[in-house]
């Protein structure tokens, strides 16, 4: 059965430290990885998407990588601000005879206070 | 920048009642995708749509559910007899040729 499970699922930390989030699956046949930040009450708004041959990707603040031998992914955020105060979804999809099947993380909720 | 946008925001409904809920994907978008997320759980895939035919649907997705394309621009998802369980937010998502799938705010559904 298709699974992402993500870690830790919730973290507080201080304005301007950095933080890391891992996310680890088990789908195949592995398509790409997402990594969705989502503000509470608002849809999911993509940060990064990763194939099985890219190793790590950057967007702003933040970096994602992948190890697709190991199945794992990590997403890096540097001097973390207020408004990256939000729930960080891993997303993986496969893609089987043309369809694209996706599975979502639990997500990890993370607090940036002052 | 183009976005995907979903009506309503928020609806109230009785139980055993019909909803509809609305979407318009990004214009040049050709597939097209429904997903919920009850209070608190992750975010769980409903429904594919490619080509005016669903493409894949999950367990969830049951004969109480249907999803249409009824003119060039609207998506719809329409439970015909709701149940107090399908309170939860409802996401539509639509792609275009690349891999990213743009979400929409969402609808929150609450079954009365």
């Known amino acids: ?114 | 920048e183009p976005e995907v946008t979903q009506t309503p925001s928020h609806q109230v409904t009785q139980m055993g009642q019909e909803v509809i809920l609305r979407c318009v994907p990004i214009s040049n978008h050709l597939y097209f995708y429904w997903y919920r997320q009850i209070l608190g759980q992750k975010v769980e895939f409903l429904v594919s749509f490619y080509n005016n035919e669903i493409s894949e649907k999950s367990e969830i997705f049951d004969d109480q559910f249907s999803v249409e394309r009824p003119d060039g621009s609207n998506f719809t998802l329409k439970i015909r007899s709701t149940k107090l369980e399908d309170s939860a937010m409802y996401f539509c998502a639509s792609k275009g040729s690349g891999e990213t799938q743009y979400f929409g705010p969402g609808t929150r559904l609450l079954v009365l």
């Open chain 1, 1 to 114: 059965k298709n699974q992402v499970e993500q870690s830790p699922q919730s973290l507080i930390i201080l304005e301007g430290k950095n933080c890391t989030l891992q996310c680890n699956y088990t789908v195949s046949p592995f398509s790409n990885l997402r990594w969705y930040k989502q503000d509470t009450g608002r849809g999911p708004v993509s940060l990064t998407i990763m194939t099985f041959s890219e190793n790590t990707k950057s967007n702003g603040r933040y970096t994602a990588t992948l190890d697709a031998d190991t199945k794992q992914s990590s997403l890096h955020i540097t001097a973390s601000q207020l408004s990256d105060s939000a729930s960080y979804i891993c997303v993986v999809s496969s893609n089987s005879g043309g369809y694209q099947k996706v599975t979502f993380g639990t997500g990890t909720k993370l607090q940036v206070i002052p």
